[in-house]
């Protein structure tokens, strides 16, 4: 009962948060021109980690726009406060509020909103996965009718001609594919069932942190391509499926194009 409440109180505070995505903002690059933020991504962050840390005091944060305090926390908050924010600066409605809580570095509560469509994933760990209050699950697809969500990593664009190689290999296997610019509107995506696949060379903490628990509790898989594991401090390369069977395959066409993780 008190996790319940917990996670509904999570919910309502992203919810929230959204009503600082509005149209006025300042935009300011972070290293290169394809990595952005905005003053609401600052804003929406701000909100939450204010709010949040009433609702779990002396908890930790692991965020995207300001530095991370969470060692030795019993209780961590990984945000992104707006991923696929090149989207939003774009108006294209693909962007996405993503909240994961953390008890012992482990997946216990999440929550992905996106306010254009109004969609709010969440999940509990051991209780389901769910939009908007609907019980959600992965699809049953094999690989020859599944569709693909990747990126040719626009940060590190050295890394193109890898993830071009790796896009078409799947592509020839594949039903098709697609890319959305913001990891938390695929990877839940695929928790709802609506792809199937998807691979990113380097995805930060925050990208994955809510998504994961969310896939997992729909019945798919997330995963690092590499033996090094599931990490919360430092990016990795991530892979994630609607069944095991589809995930080993698409391992397996990664690892013939980068067979060794990479220095990220």
């Given at each position: 009962m008190i996790e319940s409440l917990l996670q509904q109180n999570i919910e309502?505070?992203?919810?929230?948060?959204?009503?600082?995505?509005?149209?006025?903002?300042?935009?300011?690059?972070k290293g290169t021109i394809a990595n952005q933020v905005t003053s609401n991504d600052v804003a929406v962050e701000q909100f939450l980690k204010q709010n949040l840390s009433a609702l779990l005091p002396g908890c930790g944060f692991i965020a995207e726009e300001s530095e991370s305090e969470y060692r030795g926390r019993e209780f961590v908050f990984v945000i992104d406060p707006i991923d696929g924010t090149a989207n939003y600066v774009r108006d294209l409605g693909a962007s996405g509020i993503s909240v994961g809580l953390l008890k012992n570095m482990e997946p216990f509560i999440s929550v992905v909103y996106n306010p254009t469509r109004n969609e709010l994933f969440s999940a509990r760990k051991g209780a389901g996965a769910f939009l908007n209050g609907e019980k959600i699950s992965v699809s049953d697809r094999d690989m020859a009718h599944s569709c693909f969500c990747t990126s040719l990593s626009c940060y590190r664009k050295e890394r193109g001609e890898n993830c071009?190689?790796?896009?078409?290999?799947?592509?020839?296997?594949?039903?098709?594919?697609?890319?959305?610019?913001?990891?938390?509107?695929?990877?839940?995506?695929?928790a709802a069932g609506r792809v199937e696949l998807y691979y990113e060379p380097a995805l930060a903490p925050w990208d994955h942190g809510a998504s994961r628990l969310i896939i997992e509790e729909a019945g798919g898989i997330l995963d690092n391509v590499y033996p090094s594991g599931i990490t919360y401090e430092r990016q990795m390369a991530v892979i994630a499926a609607n069944n095991r069977e589809n995930l080993e395959k698409l391992r397996s066409i990664i690892l013939e194009v980068v067979p060794k993780e990479e220095e990220l």
């Open positions: 309502e505070i992203v919810r929230q948060s959204a009503s600082f995505m509005t149209r006025d903002f300042s935009v300011k690059s071009a190689k790796i896009l078409n290999r799947v592509f020839q296997e594949a039903e098709d594919f697609r890319r959305f610019g913001a990891a938390v509107i695929e990877l839940t995506a695929l």
